[in-house]
């Protein structure tokens, strides 16, 4: 999967280098602002019991 992002990044490596990393923080930004806030509520991890 990463060897076919990285062949169809245009440009030399340095700017394949500047998209990928771009492409890497928006989807970690997409995730800790959208979908885990979303899915928070569902996760069971609030309610831990220690027997």
């Keep these: 999967m990463y ?6 990044l245009p ?4 700017a394949k280098l500047t998209a990928a990393l771009a492409i890497f923080i928006a989807i970690v930004a997409l995730l800790m602002l959208v979908v885990f806030p979303v899915i928070e ?3 069971p991890f609030t309610r831990v019991a220690v027997l």
């Design 3 to 8: 060897a076919w992002i990285w062949r169809h």
């Design 11 to 14: 440009g030399p490596w340095p």
């Design 41 to 43: 509520p569902f996760v």
